[in-house]
């Protein structure tokens, strides 16, 4: 006898409803959510004085967000095979041994430096929330919205990051990444 199994997909399991032109998730549950990039500073490479004037501009930053964000870092290894595959050109064509000497003896630097150093891009990302439990028209939870991402990027850019907003594609590229992230970071599955 045949059981009556159900087949649901991915997407019916998924919590997002569907992106707005304005780069608003709307969620399954009266939910809005907005995702802003943020573009990194290398701290490290301040002056004592502007590293302390950062973090100060990040404490501001925290007690004026009197409402829930997410922070989410995504990382990604560095592919250097362009680099490498780019320079191994080079010394096909050229013809002066000396030079094409130095070029593999950098094509070795920029291997080892790259497995020695686990290099990694990061993206950064915050996520607003914004919930409908009153019924509210879209435009005035869409405004709200706006009002948070403002207060977002007014305080960051305090501490010298760059803020933007994200288009349809780059939103889902950010809801991709992280439910495909085998494929997204290019992992060979018999490694994991």
Do not use: H
């Not at 950062?54 to 922070?71: G, P, R």
């Not at 914004?130 to 948070?148: A, C, G, P, R, V």
């Amino acid at each position: 006898m045949k059981k009556n199994t159900k087949i649901c997909s991915v997407q019916n399991w998924l919590n997002f409803i569907k992106i707005l032109d304005n780069g608003i998730v709307l969620l399954k549950n009266q939910k809005y959510i907005k995702i802003i990039k943020v573009l990194p500073i290398n701290f490290f490479m301040k002056t004592d004085f502007e590293q302390e004037s950062i973090l100060e501009a990040y404490k501001t930053f925290l007690k004026t967000c009197n409402f829930d964000i997410q922070i989410l870092i995504q990382s990604k290894k560095e592919n250097i095979s362009s680099i490498v595959n780019l320079v191994k050109e080079q010394i096909e064509k050229d013809d002066n041994e000396k030079i094409n000497e130095l070029r593999r003896k950098y094509i070795n630097y920029i291997e080892d430096s790259n497995i020695k150093s686990k290099s990694s891009s990061k993206n950064f990302y915050i996520v607003i929330k914004k919930e409908n439990n009153d019924f509210k028209d879209e435009e005035i939870i869409m405004e709200e919205l706006k009002d948070k991402y403002l207060k977002i990027k007014n305080c960051l850019i305090r501490c010298g990051n760059e803020v933007e907003e994200i288009s349809k594609e780059e939103i889902k590229e950010v809801i991709y990444s992280f439910f495909n992230t085998r494929k997204y970071l290019n992992v060979n599955k018999e490694i994991i």
